[in-house]
């Protein structure tokens, strides 16, 4: 009985060694990702606060095309934004296309990281999530024009390294945070806001997790 014990409080011991291992390193990789985050293609931002350090960071998880949960956030969001309530002031927004494996995907994906080497990522970004339709070559051509892009510019820009790297951030995040589907918001890297069982986002909802993450943001 007592070599049972042993033996149990043995492989208790182990078991947690092998959780806090586990931990260190999920932090470790973590805390690579949203390195990668901050160093990925300049633009990416969605909403910048006026303090240089704002109390609450968001990282949107988002796709482009056949994706109309993440037109509908990105709406909700810049509708909290917009709202005083919110006092946005505070709060940064940088948004980080997920790739699929589809080619029509990843392009959607590779022309708006491109963008933000121009500083027209921010408009090119919201021009892609309003538009109700088939993201189509041309449809894309006259969105990005419209938004102020140089689109021979971004066709070239597509194979940039930085958007490859910026690329490669969304993926380690992605298995980082392993959100239960796309879009979804990570605050102040570490509280995920994922979709509501009905999957529609509400402005409302948006303005009540922004005083949520303030609460429980303070020392």
Known sequence: MRRILVWGLGGFAILLVFLAA???MRTLAWKKTQSHITQAVA???MHAADQKNPAIRVVALTRYGSCDACAQAHQALALALDDAAAGAADIQVVVQPIPL???HN???ARLALAAGLQDKFAPFHDALMNYD????DDVVRTLAVNAGVDFDRLNA???DPRVNDALSAGRALMDAVKPPALPSFVFND???FA???DGVFQSDDFIAFFDHVRKTSQP
Do not use: H
Not at 133 to 136: I, K, N, P, W, Y
């Open 133 to 136: 339709g088939a993201l189509t």
């Open 195 to 197: 979709p509501p069982k």
């Open 157 to 159: 820009d597509m194979n």
């Open 22 to 24: 586990s931990m260190t």
């Open 106 to 108: 990843q392009r959607l």
């Open 101 to 103: 494996s589809d080619p």
């Open 43 to 45: 633009g990416q931002v």
């Open 190 to 192: 570490r509280l995920v």
